[in-house]
């Protein structure tokens, strides 16, 4: 058999297995056991928080013969049936290929057939934004007033793009980005699984390049399974990532620091004749000074940092040197940078000046 991806192998497959999302599951699972399903649901927020699982979970629950506290017992002929990519009963329309109004016009005269296996057939329209404006008008009275075996479940990244009158016929379930803690303790429980040898500082660092989208950090997860062979370490990780060289990313932070521009400048331009992007290297120096911060203004910070304990200690020390001010200033310019380098010209020389107002704040 093909290798399966690790974020689609140990896709949850009943509410409790979501985590990050308590708020969403639990009303979901109250709404099936209690038998007050309604027919139209709107999952937004950011991508890999969840979305698109909970939609199957739910196509699932509400057909599932005997569920377990709300979340379909995956055991049951129904559910078995359900679990076949082949079944008919749970369709899946990706709204960014499928988004003419004679698309949706087809999905209209079709939800008039009864499902096959189960009370409900449920249609899980994808990134539903990307519709056109004759399609969501096609769309509306169907989802205003389906018929009494179909379910409705929207799913975007992008809510403020949907117009009002689709906004109103919906239930609204707003997904959260997931804690970086919780993301770790899903990626130590895989590789725990797999057999994979790691270190807690790089779980740790997978799930905080994941950015609170899981799916993210499991597709990192998964690629750092195979860029290291024995145990994973912090180290690894930030190869895989490609992050830059933290000891040169350091060296370039005391320039700026100790305000002496043209060693800034030297170590730009060495790190850039290394192959690294401008708009790494800023991200990189900005997570650095962010790092600073939290250091110099909090009483505990490796709890919110998760450093190796080197790591830590020279980020302290580096910390303890610098006023307040200085490190959020750097971090307020180097901020204002990354969003204008989306649209330089010349990134190089966008960098280099940001380098020059932290070194030289006055």
Do not use: W
Not at 76 to 94: F, G, K, M, Q, R
Not at 300 to 326: C, R
Not at 339 to 362: D, G, M
């Amino acid at each position: 058999m093909a290798y399966l991806a690790l974020y689609r192998k140990y896709r949850p497959s009943g509410f409790d297995r979501v985590i990050g999302q308590e708020h969403i599951t639990k009303t979901l699972a109250s709404q099936i056991m209690h038998d007050r399903v309604g027919h139209a649901y709107l999952f937004c927020g950011a991508r890999g928080t969840g979305k698109t699982s909970c939609a199957k979970i739910f196509a699932k629950a509400v057909n599932c013969e005997h569920p377990r506290d709300g979340s379909p017992c995956n055991e049951c002929p129904t559910c078995l049936a359900l679990s076949d990519p082949a079944n008919i009963d749970i369709v899946e329309i990706d709204a960014a290929s499928n988004n003419r109004v004679d698309e949706i016009r087809d999905l209209r005269e079709k939800v008039q057939y009864p499902p096959v296996h189960g009370r409900y057939k449920v249609y899980i329209i994808d990134e539903v934004h990307m519709l056109t404006d004759a399609a969501f008008n096609a769309l509306l009275k169907t989802l205003e007033e389906p018929p009494s075996h179909v379910i409705f479940v929207l799913a975007t990244t992008e809510v403020q793009k949907l117009p009002a009158t689709i906004l109103s016929r919906c239930m609204r379930f707003d997904f959260r980005l997931i804690p970086a803690e919780r993301i770790a303790g899903l990626i130590s429980r895989i590789y725990d699984d797999i057999g994979k040898k790691y270190t807690p500082e790089a779980v740790m660092q997978i799930a905080k390049a994941g950015e609170g989208s899981c799916r993210d950090a499991l597709s990192l997860a998964d690629l750092c399974v195979s860029a290291s062979e024995g145990e994973l370490t912090y180290q690894d990780v930030l190869e895989v990532i490609g992050a830059s060289d933290r000891g040169k990313i350091a060296e370039l932070a005391d320039c700026l620091l100790d305000s002496d521009p043209g060693g800034a400048l030297t170590l730009l331009d060495g790190l850039i004749g290394l192959g690294k992007s401008v708009g790494v290297l800023n991200r990189d120096l900005l997570g650095y000074f962010r790092d600073l911060v939290v250091c110099r203004l909090t009483q505990n910070p490796n709890e919110l940092l998760h450093l190796p304990a080197e790591v830590f200690k020279s980020y302290a020390e580096a910390a303890g040197k610098a006023s307040k001010d200085k490190l959020l200033r750097c971090v307020e310019v180097l901020a204002e940078t990354e969003n204008e380098l989306k649209f330089a010209l010349h990134p190089r020389v966008l960098l280099e000046a940001a380098l020059l107002r932290c070194a030289r704040p006055e």
